[in-house]
């Protein structure tokens, strides 16, 4: 198993540019989601899905979209970048099965908008 | 709103000494509690989890952790830590509600001084 994987790992953007984060995880899990990481304020949730077609907002979600069209894959859009939009960002899978619940983090995709 | 605290945004602790990362949350009903690692320029790795059960958890690396319901606490805890612990480690928790969305702290970096 791969796991949770993300693409790109970096990635540099201008203001106002338009991108797609990509993640993909091959566990079959029903629950994904996007969080960002920032200095001193931990993670935060942006979006999240509890299965195909089922979507929702987190924390922090102006300026992303998600859409969840196979359990595989999430994909993350920026939808007009901006420099507080600078940030690592991680994806995670999760395993809820009675009261056995675990999430699995991809390896992040570090964003530098300009 | 249902909160983690992580009480030390920073810890440094001599190599070989103990250490105790600690953890607080906010909720009125039923939780799941985790401890995770990051470290440098890495992902989220699990140390170790509370669904149930006894109220001390022993995770990877030699890290335990104990549940206190009547403190609201998990402490995580390291009776000698090495050179290689130098990392970010983040609180978590699951509150039992309909979304069972996993709410982080803001995290702490143990730094280990030679």
């Known amino acids: 198993n791969a796991g949770v994987t993300q693409t790109p790992k970096f990635q540099v953007l201008k203001t106002g540019q338009s991108m797609t984060l990509q993640c993909a995880q091959d566990?079959?899990?029903?629950?994904m989601s996007w969080y960002r990481q920032d200095p001193g304020m931990g993670l935060r949730l942006i979006h999240y899905?509890?299965?195909?077609?089922?979507?929702d907002q987190g924390e922090v979600p102006n300026g992303y979209n998600v859409s969840r069209s196979t359990t595989e894959d999430f994909p993350l859009r920026l939808l007009s970048a901006a420099p507080s939009q600078t940030s690592v960002y991680f994806c995670a899978s999760r395993i809820m099965i009675g009261s056995y619940n675990e999430q699995f983090f991809g390896p992040g995709t570090r964003l530098t908008v300009l | 709103a249902q909160s983690v605290t992580q009480l030390d945004s920073q810890v440094p602790v001599f190599e070989e000494a103990p250490v105790e990362l600690r953890c607080n949350y906010s909720s009125s009903v039923s939780v799941y509690l985790f401890w995770y690692v990051q470290y440098p320029n890495q992902g989220l790795q699990l140390l170790l989890k509370?669904?149930?059960?006894?109220?001390l958890v022993k995770g990877i690396n030699g890290f335990e952790a104990e549940f206190n319901k009547s403190q609201t606490s998990f402490h995580l805890r390291k009776p000698s830590v090495h050179i290689s612990d130098t990392a970010e480690y983040f609180c978590a928790v699951i509150v039992m509600n309909r979304d069972d969305k996993i709410i982080f702290g803001k995290g702490t970096r143990l730094h280990i001084l030679p």
């Open positions: 566990m079959n899990h029903e629950y």
């Open positions: 509370y669904l149930s059960g006894s109220t």
């Open positions: 899905s509890v299965g195909a077609g089922i979507t």
